[in-house]
């Protein structure tokens, strides 16, 4: 069974560029989660999605961040403009449904110069 | 604030020794609670969880945890430490009284000395 795929891996920008990541669930999970890991930190939930709706976005800071969820399979977080301090690993998790095991995608590591 | 801690930063035990790892929670309620091993360049992979039941439960890898309410943690326990255990651990809770929450601790980074 194939995992949690994310792209790109690694992405350097400069400050105020716009930049996108995207993923791809475990298939059959509804559930999908984009989370922000700064360096020593635990991830923080950014949004949740429950197929396409987005169920807890209340994290998500919506003046340059937004997701969508085509289909209620592929994601895509994007950031516009970026800041230097959005620097950290971008994390998409995906499961079943509701609180259950989550399943993890290798991150996408963010810098920005 | 309703949070998950984990107390120590880092950890470092020898091949072969017992591990603990401490977790606490400050929820009225007893949450879903999991730990998870991130490896380094890894996603994040499930060790165990708890959500009822039996308070002892058994995970992947030889892990163990413990919840303890009146405690309010679940810690983590190895009996023997491998060389490959080395790893951030991270401790999380899911669910509070039907409300999803999905909050994770900073992390405990294990170091194994051969």
């Known amino acids: 069974e194939a995992g949690v795929v994310q792209s790109p891996r690694y992405k350097i920008i400069e400050k105020k560029q716009p930049v996108a990541f995207w993923c791809n669930p475990i298939s059959g999970h509804n559930t999908l989660y984009w989370y922000l890991q700064n360096l020593g930190q635990g991830p923080e939930l950014l949004i949740r999605?429950?197929?396409?709706?987005?169920?807890?976005d209340s994290q998500l800071p919506k003046d340059r961040f937004s997701a969508e969820r085509l289909k209620g399979v592929d994601s895509t977080l994007k950031i516009q403009p970026a800041e230097l301090g959005d620097s950290a690993v971008y994390l998409c998790?995906?499961?079943?449904?509701?609180?259950?095991?989550?399943?993890f995608g290798p991150g996408t590591r963010l810098t920005v110069l | 604030a309703q949070s998950v801690t984990q107390p120590d930063i880092h950890i470092t035990v020898s091949e072969g020794a017992s591990l603990e790892l401490r977790c606490n929670y400050s929820?009225?309620?007893?949450?879903?609670l999991f730990w998870y091993v991130q490896s380094p360049g890894q996603g994040l992979q499930l060790l165990l969880k708890y959500f009822s039941g039996d308070t002892l439960v058994q995970g992947i890898k030889g892990f163990e945890a413990e919840f303890k309410r009146s405690q309010s943690s679940f810690n983590l326990r190895k009996p023997s430490v491998h060389w490959s255990d080395a790893a951030e651990y991270f401790c999380?809770?899911?669910?509070?009284?039907?409300?999803?929450?999905?909050?994770f601790g900073t992390g405990t980074r294990l170091k194994v000395l051969a």
């Open positions: 999605y429950e197929n396409e709706e987005a169920v807890d």
């Open positions: 999380a809770v899911g669910k509070v009284s039907g409300t999803y929450k999905y909050i």
């Open positions: 929820y009225g309620a007893t949450p879903y």
């Open positions: 998790a995906s499961s079943v449904e509701g609180p259950n095991e989550q399943f």
